[in-house]
């Protein structure tokens, strides 16, 4: 069975720190892809990052950086000098080999930046 | 093009009504999906097509159905409306390569 597990539920961070979103993905899939969405307070989801599972390189833009760690099934999401526009709940999602609009999402960590 | 469009916006029913949430897309995208969003939780599939004609349950298939007649079409039935039902829904499309998915704005579904 596949599951996703965002352990963070709530962060809170001031302004120009760096904050980092942990995900973890159970599979038994050997292809996989890993996906990242914002859900700002307006409600639409905002696609961030496809990964698939043969791709291992840490992947940076600009203020968001993403390590994937196959060997602990993690693909954490970085944001560096966070701002008050991230503020937002991230979803953490995983899809098998085809079919990849099923998704199996993460319950989501919401993000909150103090100015 | 519009992407993924989604009618209504917002809706309150009365337990045991009945309604249909709208998706079209304009992409000619073969698969498409419906997800439920419950209050604080992630996104979970209701059902799915992989072309006009095909439809197949997902994780949470119980109170409600699809149809899929058109390419460009999915719409959404509820029969008899339920206070569980309450939820925003997400109607997808992807492309052919499958390296994008979009998403439309989501359904606001209040049932009281």
């Known amino acids: 069975a596949q599951k996703v597990t965002q352990a963070q539920t709530e962060i809170s961070v001031v302004e120009k720190e760096d904050v980092t979103l942990d995900c973890v993905y159970e599979?038994?899939?050997?292809?996989?892809?890993l996906f990242w969405y914002k859900q700002p307070p307006s409600g639409e989801l905002v696609f961030l990052i496809r990964?698939?599972?043969?791709?291992?390189q840490n992947e940076i833009s600009g203020r968001y950086s993403w390590n994937f760690q196959k060997s602990t099934s993690s693909f954490n999401f970085t944001i560096t000098a966070s701002q008050v526009v991230d503020s937002a709940v991230y979803f953490c999602?995983?899809?098998?080999?085809?079919?990849?609009?099923?998704?199996?999402f993460g319950q989501g960590t919401t993000l909150q930046v103090k100015p | 093009n519009a992407g993924v469009t989604q009618t209504p916006k917002f809706r309150i029913l009365k337990i045991g009504q009945s309604m249909t949430l709208q998706c079209t897309q304009d992409?000619?995208?073969?698969?498409m999906y419906w997800y439920r969003q419950d209050p604080g939780m992630g996104l979970k599939l209701i059902y799915y097509?992989?072309?006009?004609?095909?439809?197949d349950k997902g994780e949470v298939p119980n109170g409600y159905n699809v149809s899929r007649s058109t390419t460009e079409d999915f719409p959404l039935r509820l029969e008899l409306a339920a206070p569980s039902q309450t939820s925003v829904y997400f109607c997808?499309?992807?492309?052919?390569?499958?390296?994008?998915?979009?998403f439309g704005e989501g359904s606001w579904l209040t049932v009281v």
């Open positions: 999602a995983l899809s098998g080999p085809s079919n990849t609009g099923k998704l199996i």
């Open positions: 599979t038994r899939d050997t292809t996989y892809y």
């Open positions: 990964r698939n599972s043969f791709d291992e």
């Open positions: 992409m000619n995208h073969n698969y």
């Open positions: 097509s992989v072309g006009a004609g095909i439809t």
């Open positions: 997808a499309s992807i492309n052919r390569s499958g390296n994008t998915i979009y």
